[in-house]
């Protein structure tokens, strides 16, 4: 574990920024981007783009590579990274970087600073990094097929982490406080405590188990379930009060399979205390004892998250939460190559006004951040 590597983040420049954009929005309909339709979508002349493109190549934000059909730019983790970088600490939320201090399932966890100096939690959210080309066949908007990505998974389990986090906070829950997000990258208040896999001892160990119970209760009567309530996801302050982590996973309790995943989530504390701390209690919680009280669930689907059934079928899946669907078995068809003349003028369009909205949004200030200004984003 090191440092986040940013000192690329220092001599770059809104070009590079803006090309590095239109990379990310041709990478939604296609696996590589070709050098002329990067151009267009960048709308900045071909001969400078070039250029650009080729430098961004030597310090790995994206890589060139050769298709079955054609060739064309890919954007790298570290070009991803440098986006969502960029984009917060433009925005003032984040100004300067420090150490990992955590490697999740699907992350990697970093403390940065905010412009006072305060340690926050950053944590970027890589999905599929086991297989570097993750992807899945999609259907887009148009109804062609295309390949879900690691861009676009990560993306959607952050948004998804930030939009639970910010719905529990406000309720009161135990959860870290979210500050910001941008693509895969979700900033958090820092939690001061332990990790529950490195507290061997507790003072009180019918209170904890009690207090992760009712949090799972209280969780269920809100219409919600956590779905991965183990250790790893759970840390402990000094007063023993356990504060709850990582919600990508997140599920409805009206999900087809809630039952399954409420009773795991509550075998997972009492195979956690047994295993822990010798403890055994016959008094667990039953997902038929649940009254709900809140429609947690509803509003992180409406405040203008923009999320829409299929991304959130897409992340549950790839979370296996859900079963993937026949039709969603990939034959493996690659796509025609985008070339200027295939790719419809509407396309590129539409990318273009996607750059513009991702360079304006970037160097919006928090403050001037309406709800309807996160929307817009999120949709894009
Ligand atoms: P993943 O989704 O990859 O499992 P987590 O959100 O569980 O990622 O974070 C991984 C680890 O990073 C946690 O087990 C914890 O040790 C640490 N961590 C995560 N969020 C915070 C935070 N807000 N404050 C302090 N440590 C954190
Ligand atoms: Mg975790």
């Given at each position: 574990?090191?440092?986040?590597?940013?000192?690329?983040?220092?001599?770059?420049?809104?070009?590079?920024?803006?090309?590095?954009?239109?990379?990310?929005?041709?990478?939604?309909?296609?696996?590589?981007?070709?050098?002329?339709?990067?151009?267009?979508?960048?709308?900045?002349?071909?001969?400078?783009?070039?250029?650009?493109?080729?430098?961004?190549?030597?310090?790995?934000?994206?890589?060139?590579?050769?298709?079955?059909?054609?060739?064309?730019?890919?954007?790298?983790?570290?070009?991803?990274?440098?986006?969502?970088?960029?984009?917060?600490?433009?925005?003032?939320?984040?100004?300067?970087f420090?150490?990992?201090i955590?490697?999740?399932?699907?992350?990697?966890?970093?403390?940065?600073?905010?412009?006072?100096?305060?340690?926050?939690?950053?944590?970027?959210?890589?999905?599929?990094?086991?297989?570097?080309?993750?992807?899945?066949?999609?259907?887009?908007?148009?109804?062609?097929?295309?390949?879900?990505?690691?861009?676009?998974?990560?993306?959607?389990?952050?948004?998804?982490?930030?939009?639970?986090?910010?719905?529990?906070?406000?309720?009161?829950?135990?959860?870290?406080?979210?500050?910001?997000?941008?693509?895969?990258?979700?900033?958090?208040?820092?939690?001061?405590?332990?990790?529950?896999?490195?507290?061997?001892?507790?003072?009180?160990?019918?209170?904890?188990?009690?207090?992760?119970?009712?949090?799972?209760?209280?969780?269920?009567?809100?219409?919600?379930?956590?779905?991965?309530?183990?250790?790893?996801?759970?840390?402990?302050?000094?007063a023993?009060?356990?504060?709850?982590?990582?919600?990508?996973?997140?599920?409805?309790?009206?999900?087809?399979?809630?039952?399954?995943?409420?009773?795991?989530?509550?075998?997972?504390?009492?195979?956690?205390?047994?295993?822990?701390?010798?403890?055994?209690?016959?008094?667990?919680?039953k997902?038929?004892?649940?009254?709900?009280d809140?429609?947690?669930?509803?509003?992180?689907?409406?405040?203008?998250?923009?999320?829409?059934?299929?991304?959130?079928?897409?992340?549950?899946?790839?979370?296996?939460?859900?079963?993937?669907?026949?039709?969603?078995?990939?034959?493996?068809?690659?796509?025609?190559?985008?070339?200027?003349?295939?790719?419809?003028?509407?396309?590129?369009?539409?990318?273009?006004?996607?750059?513009e909205?991702?360079?304006?949004y970037?160097?919006?200030?928090?403050?001037?951040?309406?709800?309807?200004?996160?929307?817009?984003?999120?949709?894009?």
């Amino acid at each position: 574990m090191g440092k986040l590597n940013v000192t690329v983040l220092r001599y770059l420049t809104k070009e590079d920024f803006r090309v590095l954009t239109a990379i990310e929005m041709g990478m939604k309909n296609h696996e590589l981007v070709p050098g002329p339709l990067a151009a267009a979508i960048a709308n900045l002349k071909t001969g400078g783009v070039h250029k650009l493109l080729k430098e961004l190549c030597k310090h790995k934000l994206l890589s060139y590579e050769r298709g079955k059909k054609y060739d064309g730019y890919r954007l790298t983790n570290t070009g991803y990274d440098y986006l969502a970088l960029k984009s917060l600490t433009l925005r003032g939320s984040v100004s300067s970087f420090g150490n990992q201090i955590g490697i999740g399932k699907e992350s990697n966890i970093y403390v940065v600073a905010d412009e006072e100096g305060t340690p926050i939690c950053l944590k970027l959210h890589r999905l599929g990094r086991t297989c570097f080309r993750n992807v899945k066949a999609k259907r887009d908007y148009h109804g062609r097929r295309h390949k879900a990505s690691w861009l676009y998974l990560s993306r959607i389990s952050a948004t998804r982490e930030f939009a639970y986090m910010s719905a529990l906070h406000e309720r009161g829950f135990p959860v870290p406080k979210p500050i910001d997000f941008n693509r895969h990258c979700v900033l958090m208040d820092l939690v001061n405590g332990w990790p529950m896999t490195q507290v061997h001892e507790l003072l009180d160990i019918p209170q904890v188990y009690d207090d992760l119970m009712n949090l799972i209760v209280r969780l269920g009567n809100s219409g919600v379930i956590h779905g991965d309530f183990n250790e790893f996801n759970l840390m402990l302050t000094d007063a023993g009060k356990p504060i709850l982590i990582d919600f990508p996973q997140m599920m409805s309790t009206s999900h087809e399979n809630a039952e399954f995943f409420f009773d795991r989530d509550v075998n997972c504390v009492r195979e956690m205390f047994r295993r822990k701390f010798a403890y055994e209690s016959e008094d667990y919680p039953k997902f038929s004892d649940l009254v709900r009280d809140d429609d947690l669930d509803a509003e992180v689907h409406c405040t203008g998250y923009g999320f829409t059934k299929e991304m959130e079928q897409d992340l549950l899946q790839e979370y296996g939460m859900v079963e993937q669907s026949e039709d969603e078995e990939d034959e493996g068809e690659e796509d025609e190559a985008p070339a200027l003349v295939t790719a419809a003028a509407v396309e590129i369009d539409e990318c273009r006004r996607q750059v513009e909205n991702e360079v304006l949004y970037s160097e919006a200030k928090p403050a001037q951040k309406s709800d309807d200004a996160i929307r817009r984003y999120i949709e894009s």
